[in-house]
C-alpha cells in the first residue's frame, strides 16, 4: 500500500476515551496482554511457518488451509472457506453485529518463486514475512489472546483471512465477501490489517484503475512493406498525448505507464503492442476524467497513425486494420471514513491511551471495498516493524510487536463492548 498522510489535529472524543479505559482495566485484558507478551516465540514461528507456504495471486489455497487448521486449533466456531478462498472463523457474540478483523493471505510473489525464510535474533527475513505475515500473525495473536483471556463480549467477532488484496487480486477477496447477503450488512466495523507497524490508520481509500490498452495492426515486413502502419509507433503517439493531460495537486491523481511489450524482431512491423496503465486518486470524477482521456489519446493516435499510412501511400497493398482495446485489468474504488465515525474515534481514544502517536493516512487496502460502500473500515498495522515490502529481501522486526497487538486488541474489544 502507498501512503500519504493528511494534518490531523481532531481531539480525541471523550466519550470513546472512557470506553477505551473501562476495556483496558478489565482484569480479562490484563490476562490478554500477558498471553501476547507470553507468546511473542510462538508468534514468529507461526510467521515463518505461513511465509514459507506459496501463496502468489490466484494461488493462496494452500496458505488458506494452514490458516484455517490454525483457527480451529485456537477454538473459533463454524470455520470455512467460501468459493473465492477466504477462510473464515467466528467467535459468537450476543448480536447479530459483527465486528470483523481481516488479514490478507495472498502475496505479489509469483508461484516458483524462491521462499527463502528465516530467523536472525528478532527479525525475520523472507518474501512476505511482513505483507502479511505480520497482518495475519497479529490476528491469530488476538484470537488466542481473546480466547485464552476469556473475554466476554456483546457483539461477535469473524476473522477472515481474504484473498486476493494485492495486484491482480484487485480485491477480490474483500469485494465477494461484501457481496455475500450474510456478510454484506452483518459486518458493522472492518479492521484490517495490512504489514507491520503501528503509527497509521488507513481512513482514507486511495482508488485506482488499472487498464492494458492493446493495439493491433497488419504487421509486415520493414522494408517491403514499409508505410503499414505500426502498433508500437500508435502507443508512442498516445503516451505523448495522455502523459500531457494535466492532474490536480488536490485531490491527488497520478498516472503511470507500467510496461510496454510488443514486436517480434528489428525488421518486422509488429502485429501488436499493448502497455499497461494506472491511474490513482482518492476522487472518482479525477479518475474517470483520467480514464477519458487516455480514450481519446488511444482514438487519436490511431487516426493519426492512419492518416500517416495513407500519405506514405500504401494502403492499397495490404488491408489496414489497426484496431485497439482497453482491457480493466483493476478497478479499486476510492472513499473515506467520516471524520466522526465511530472506529476513527475508537482507533484515536485507543491510541491515546497507549500513549501512540499515529497519522490518519490515505491508501490503498482491503478497507476500499467496505469504506466505498459507506461501512466504517480502518487499515492498521500488525505491530513490530517491517521493510522491503513486495521485495525478497523484505524482513520484520518482532521488537515492539506487542504494542501493535494492544491495539488491535483494545480497538476489537471496545467496538465489541467487551463485559466484565
Ligand atoms: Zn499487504
Redesign the pocket.
Known amino acids: ?1 502507498a501512503l500519504s498522510s493528511r494534518p490531523d489535529a481532531t481531539p480525541v472524543a471523550l466519550a470513546a476515551q472512557q470506553e477505551v479505559a473501562r476495556v483496558a482495566m478489565l482484569p480479562q485484558t490484563r490476562s490478554a496482554f500477558h498471553c501476547m507478551r507470553e507468546h511473542e516465540p510462538r508468534l514468529a514461528q507461526w510467521q515463518m511457518e505461513m511465509a514459507r507456504i506459496p501463496a502468489p495471486p490466484f494461488g493462496e489455497t494452500a496458505r488458506g488451509e494452514w490458516l484455517a487448521e490454525k483457527f480451529r486449533e485456537l477454538g473459533l466456531s463454524d470455520v470455512y472457506r467460501d468459493e473465492v478462498g477466504n477462510i473464515f472463523g467466528i467467535e459468537p457474540g450476543k448480536s447479530d453485529h459483527y465486528v470483523a478483523l481481516s488479514a ?1 493471505i495472498d502475496t505479489v510473489f509469483p508461484a516458483g518463486t524462491p521462499l527463502n525464510v528465516r530467523q536472525q535474533g528478532s527479525r525475520l527475513y523472507g518474501p512476505g514475512v511482513s ?2 505475515g505480520a ?1 495475519v500473525t497479529a490476528m491469530l495473536a488476538v484470537i488466542a489472546a481473546i480466547r485464552s483471556a476469556g473475554v466476554r463480549h456483546q457483539h461477535p467477532f469473524v476473522f477472515i483471512g481474504n484473498v486476493g ?2 495486484g491482480e487480486g484487485d480485491l477480490r477477496g474483500m469485494r465477494h465477501i461484501f457481496s455475500t447477503p450474510r456478510w454484506r450488512d452483518a459486518i458493522r466495523f472492518n479492521l484490517v490489517l ?2 507491520a507497524g503501528a503509527e497509521t490508520v488507513v481512513a482514507e481509500a486511495l482508488g485506482s484503475r488499472r487498464f492494458e490498452v492493446i493495439v493491433r495492426g497488419p504487421g509486415g515486413h520493414s522494408w517491403s512493406d514499409f508505410g503499414a502502419p505500426n502498433p508500437i509507433v500508435v502507443l508512442a503517439r498516445a503516451i505523448g498525448m495522455f502523459t500531457a493531460v494535466p492532474v490536480p495537486a488536490s485531490p491527488k491523481t497520478t498516472f503511470n505507464i507500467g510496461t510496454i511489450r510488443g514486436g517480434t524482431s528489428v525488421n518486422s512491423i509488429p502485429e501488436s503492442a499493448s502497455m499497461r496503465v494506472d491511474i490513482r486518486s482518492t476522487s472518482m470524477g479525477e479518475m474517470e476524467r483520467l480514464e477519458q482521456a487516455l480514450r481519446q489519446a488511444m482514438e487519436r493516435a490511431v487516426q493519426e497513425e492512419t492518416s500517416a499510412t495513407e500519405k506514405k501511400g500504401s494502403s492499397q497493398r495490404r488491408p489496414f486494420g489497426l484496431s485497439h482495446e482497453l482491457v480493466e485489468i483493476g478497478n479499486r474504488p476510492a472513499g473515506e471514513l467520516d471524520a466522526g465515525a465511530r472506529m476513527l474515534q475508537v482507533i484515536r481514544a485507543v491510541d491515546a491511551q497507549l500513549g501512540n502517536v499515529a497519522q490518519v493516512q490515505r491508501a490503498s ?1 482491503d478497507a476500499n471495498i467496505p469504506l466505498s460502500l459507506g461501512r466504517q473500515a480502518i487499515a492498521i498495522g500488525g505491530g513490530g516493524s517491517g521493510g522491503g ?1 513486495h521485495t525478497l529481501q523484505e524482513w520484520f522486526d518482532c521488537s515492539g510487536r506487542e504494542l501493535g497487538l494492544k491495539r488491535i486488541f483494545l480497538t476489537l474489544l471496545t467496538l465489541a463492548e467487551a463485559e466484565s
Open positions: 500500500m490478507h505483507d502479511n497482518g488484496e494485492e495490512d504489514g487496502t515490502a
